[in-house]
């Protein structure tokens, strides 16, 4: 059975940063994609951030988090994580992990195989 959970979520000031993680078990690590969105309420699922498979040489980003986040994988650990830096009260969302097979992510990830339930990134201003 495929699981993925986010872990790092929190309270935040403006200004501050946070490093989700996403453990992985029951998956193919290294064959698969991995990404991040978020869910603000009342609002649709963005893409943030994804990686290429296997060893994750090449990234892509949303409009709204480029050059503040960052993502990056690590295979022998079957993890994905997601840096974030200048947060902004406007990222305030809840932040899901995914993973799928195809790179560069196109859409809200409707394409994505598997999903985590969420972390909640709350950040105060």
């Known amino acids: 059975q495929v699981q993925l959970a986010e872990s790092g979520g929190g309270l935040v000031q403006a200004g501050g940063s946070l490093r989700l993680s996403c453990t992985t078990s029951?998956?193919?690590?290294?064959?698969?994609?991995m990404a991040w969105f978020r869910q603000a309420p009342g609002k649709e699922r963005q893409f943030l951030a994804a990686?290429?498979?296997?060893?994750?040489?090449?990234?892509q980003y949303g409009d709204s988090v480029k050059g503040r986040f960052t993502i990056s994988r690590d295979n022998a650990k079957n993890m994905v994580y997601l840096q974030m830096n200048g947060l902004k009260p406007e990222d305030t969302a809840t932040y899901y992990c995914?993973?799928?097979?195809?790179?560069?992510?196109?859409?809200?990830?409707?394409?994505?195989?598997?999903w985590g339930k969420g972390t909640l990134v709350t950040v105060s201003s």
């Open positions: 995914t993973g799928g097979r195809n790179y560069p992510i196109t859409g809200a990830g409707e394409g994505m195989d598997y």
């Open positions: 029951g998956l193919d690590f290294s064959r698969y994609v």
């Open positions: 990686i290429s498979r296997p060893t994750g040489s090449n990234k």
